[in-house]
């Protein structure tokens, strides 16, 4: 393009800048569209990736007299864009490049500061550099997902602080125009005019400053400018047509919203003076915005990675728990810890020979005394009062807060979780500790049936003592959730954690000590599943058995527990989360962009290892096709890697019995009629060092096949197509579970019948279907991936209660008291 | 007394009325005390029993010239006292007896009715009767009672209207004193004045009536009547003096309450103008109370059969249902009717010669059809909306009202229970519709988590077929309770009820036929318990077992649904509701009258075929021998007979065989250790015609004996004595059962450590512990009483459904809609 753009006649209104002759040919940039794995969590590897590709664009642009510019995205991608844009334009090779630029937005509250940092960067570089000031294209969204997240609202909340920030740096820009060469974005007048006569009052020249607009938003302004001779660029998508359009109608959704210029600028009602008033004028009767206090449940916020500090802490958390690898865990048996002769070894999976602890390994006697410690400690236990074990759940949620990036890393060192992953397991254990207290403050209020005469009350109790047994795969979250949910009712627990994810769980026991609960109430019992378990379930002094695990265990333990032995005081309760087969349905109205990534995550979200992941993806054939090949090359770009690698997307599995079985099954899988691999990512060197196996897809997947109906906890995805929504859905509800499922579509019909017809204990659309929150995504499947009710909602903890009704006469003689309370 | 008393020196104004001497002495009777079995709705029973105790005090009255005076209790007796005192005054012996009177009770609003009917009566018989015209002991009572048991409140509810009927009725007496010699008992000045005043004005002599007043309530103005020339008479307890003490107290607490002219009479702030007032003037500032109409669930009123209209109703019903014994039941399996080979005979255990029908007996292959037809039906039925399924229950409940003596009729003849309890068991099974149908709605109504772009909804759904096994002491109202809550959830069924009770079982099969509920939501099979019941509970189509019953088949059921099968969908669900050993503690605080009734009630209503029952009560030695005296006097009162008797007390047992066992057990009872029989009663030749066994009573039981442990469906009673609270608390809770328990103390202490303490799903503070309502008292025990949830409570529907959250993501490229949801 730059040959024929340079071949234009020469127009120096347009052509020139106070500083001389500018590229005419101006393009802009976004970053992330120069890697599929851009991230900021893994700022490194983003810049290297990007930097890479980066390099080659500025050198043609030099070469070309063309002009590169930096757009701006969502805020997370703020600093690790400014990041990659100041880091290669201080190269050697491009540091004296000034034809380019970068945003600012000025709708943001680090506004200010930002352009404080360009400045001072620019200055330090020696080279000027253009500044598009902007208000900003993602207000919704910062809005939407700050919520959602529970992170602090980046953006202005009144438009009339967005305005006036811009005009607040407009000033600066023109006071500094020798490092940051203004341009000035925008379609309200007042902001322009603003910008226009500081820079005459600044005494700028005409070309000094540029106005830039969008295509098509208000021409007779942009000529209206031009006319007064001042420098007008337009900017416009170029290339395909469809993303294209795409794009330009998405700015005018924005541009028109009911607060924007232009949409004011054609209403009758707003007057003129209004439109052109300063700013902060506005302030009087529009405060800033100040939320009120949140009554409720809150969720924990996950961590937010594009910060350096919370990358470095996360660092330093990691490197802190290497330097206390390999320790010697022991049993806690009634408040006493307890050595064994045998002992569990738990290494690292992303690098085998790591060891990340040596655990006890309880024999049958001990697991007995446990229970016998749990039993006696049960009595004392259920009549503290339920304000008092509310209070133990927070101490134990704060601790949690304290040492969060310890107790993560410790989850991505023994169980090979990736960041983020291993940073939301945290936050859900929080979440568990908060949320089951306030369930269990709610529950605690008697329910009152009165009449003259007679008082009924409903109330519940502890159950007695718990097994608790908890999976490798959310080593934190899930045990802390069973095992609060059990103690904030007054009962008392044994936790026998996974094996492999053993160390963790003696974080979990090391934070209730601290936290000062009795002894006996909670014991900790790391062994060998198949041989304690069994004795566990089976005693007759456990009333409750609380398991998440595969499904072949959990119903061998839902039949043993319910068997009566003699001597035994309850029926055994058992609650059992299972695994799943789940599936993602993409319908010919798809989003398809938002099905790709969504699916990717669901799938190989810590390589597939999530009861919830995504196993199927059931294609409609209209969309099969590109659906599959975008699949595909995205899955192919994913980073294999140790989970310490803040870049990794796939980390490794469990262990190496894991990858040999699901490389075993992977070769026995029939191409006649199981599938087609299509994708086979082969983890390279990194096998010789842990348990990878890299992600694969397979095609043409018959959906009765054991690949399509057996759970395989690795990042192993079948694709099946089909001709109708309606086989779609009978494909997606052809398993022995039903845990999660999912579709992408943005029919208001299909997803009217999915919500009706679709087989899973937690549905999503047009979401991943990983990742479920306490309270908002109460979690729990039926079929083979369910007994008991959902974790993290509102009738979980009934499971670890007995109801009790009391019935009090008050009458004496005929004659009754009477209170408010009485029908 | 007699002699003493007619001794005394002659006093005309004391001695006489108009028509001459008087009887000096003059005794007060309550009928009740002369018939330990005085029921209401045994009109005929008890009118034997009082008359034979009757008549020789009329006789020795006469011969003693002394008066005989009936008083009026509460108002459950007070038809039963009038039919009983004019029937034996109607004898011919007594036809002429005049020293009589009976009580009218102003505060009635049946006392207009209640005096007209006197006097027709009274001039019929042609001898005067003294009428004793008051307002009423019982005032508090009578609204108590009614409130609770849902009946219209018979009494007055504004003080006023007491005192305007009282003023109205001494017109109509005065104006009738040939036949009604008036009585005026009042302590009110007002009253009594206008009586005088009344009577003055139509010239009535001034011994033409009497004014009565009680002992110590107000000597002054008794004094100042007499002085005026009247006959006045105080009215006193006489013999041991406890008794008596507690009258006048009683008395005491009556007419002091808040409302009372007395009490009233001493505050300064009431005027005397306001005192004297017409009763009538107050009309304006008090009208009448109107009850607003009841919001919510209200339990179904019990049948009065103080009322003989509804005596008359249910003795047509049986004469009815006895014309349609004998008949044959088929199968109902997706809505068709099938004869089977071979057949139940359902025999009537009060006289087992007499079949009440043959019900059809279900094969293997009929099972596997019912629970096919069940499956087929429940995709439909899950997807009917749930304000249908609630119109449904209603329907069911419309039909058992309207056929609800017919159905206790069945219950009756088939089950062997008492008038009283069959009302109550098709009472609680039209509660069960109502309740459930209620809770339903509530659970279907979605709870929302929202936020801005993504929308969450926590959700119910059907688990699909369910297996209902139903026991025969509660033939109706459990059954009803179990397949309603399936099916009012959007569950199918099938119906597997107790052999002895299947003709019940049909019935209601029918109702719901009548209903027009679909073809295959709820199928009948009646069978064989140990043959098709395995056949049902380990179907792999059978998602959930709801079942009430023995122990033994309760834990086999849970353990053989916990294998989870081939080819099975869902784990199989199961709620157990079992059986109880349960302990009343007779504390030494007990008020003992209460006590004994509630311990006879609790331990031998059904012949203590409840798993509510007690069967064990604990008592503290220092009330023992009083207690165990007065509990013996008690239950050797009860009328061993039929159950269509209406004067029934103690029905058979279910059948032959249970009488058996329970007669070898009795055989077996070690007097060492296991207790000593102090009351074995005999049913006589109803053995030959029935199931029957009588009372037992078994002291020095030793409380682990298995007497004392072994659940005992009959009624036979172990009695235990213990030296302290501690002790009884101890035993009470020593046995593997946990389902009602009960305490009788006024000791506040007391009541406040056996709430804490006492070991049970249903306790109850100084009453019986049986007859638990639907939302007042849900039901269910938990050790190895229970597994499940309690019926007729807020979480038994959660049992029978499958939660499921669905969530949606309403972000469309960085935009969603706003609702007022949103957090
Ligand atoms: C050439 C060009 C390039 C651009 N590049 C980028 C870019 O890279 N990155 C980017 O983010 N934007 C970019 N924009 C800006 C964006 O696309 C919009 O055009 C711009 O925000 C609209 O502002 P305005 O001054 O034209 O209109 P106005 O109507 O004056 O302002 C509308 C803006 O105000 C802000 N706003 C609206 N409501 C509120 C509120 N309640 N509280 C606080 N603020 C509010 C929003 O930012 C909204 O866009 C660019 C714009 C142009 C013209
Ligand atoms: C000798 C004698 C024998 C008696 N025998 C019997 C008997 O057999 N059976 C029996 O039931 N009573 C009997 N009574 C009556 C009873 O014991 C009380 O003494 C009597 O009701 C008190 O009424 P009073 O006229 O003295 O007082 P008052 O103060 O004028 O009336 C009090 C009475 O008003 C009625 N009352 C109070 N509040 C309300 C209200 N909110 N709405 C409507 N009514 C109200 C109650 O009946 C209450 O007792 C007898 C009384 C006497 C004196």
Redesign the pocket.
Known sequence: MSAEVNAWPDDPQLDCDEHGHMPRLNVSLKLSALDSQFAPVDTEGSFRRVAARLRPILRMARERHAFVHF???QNDYRLLTREIFQRVLMEPEFRDFADCGI?V?A?LQSADDDLRNLLDWARNRGTPITV?L??????DFENIVARYRGWPVP?????W???DCFERLTAVLLQNRQWLRPAL????LR?LAHGLALAEQLQVPPQGLEI???YGMCDQQAQLFRKRGHRVRI?TPFGELIPGMAYLVR?LL??T?N????RQSFTDSISVESLLMKPSSHAAAEPPVVDPPQAGFVNEPLSDFSRPEVRAAMQEALAWVRDHLGATYPLVIDGKLCDTRATLISRNPSKTSEIIGKVSSASHDQTADAIAAARRAFEPWSRVPVESRVEYAGLIAAEMRERRFELAAWIILETGKPWQEADADVAEAIDFCTYYAREAQRLSEPRRCDFPGEENSYVYRPRGVCAVISPWNFPLAILTGMTLAAIVTGNTVIMKPAEQSSVVAAKLMEIVRNCGIPAGVVNFLPGIGEDIGPVLTRHPDVDLVAFTGSQAVGLEINHAAAETLAGQRNVRRVIAEMGGKNAIIIDEDADLDEAVVGVVRSAFGYSGQKCSACSRVIVLESVYEPFLQRLTDAVKSLQIGPAEDPGTRIGPVIDNDSRDRLLEFIRKVDPEHGGQVVLAMDPGPLSRQGSFIGPHIFTNVDPVAPLAQQELFGPILAVIRVRTLDDAITVANGTRYALTAGVYSRSPVTLKRVRAELQAGNLYLNREITGALVQRHPFGGYRMSGIGSKAGGPDYLLQFVIPVNISENTMRRGFAPVTENHS
């Open positions: 757009d701006m995205e945003v937005q709708y598009r902007v208000k900003g294209a993602y207000w953006v202005y909340r009144r438009k602080q967005s305005d974005a925008s379609h309200n902001s830039q607009m969008l900017y700015r924005e541009n919203s607060e924007s210029f232009l």
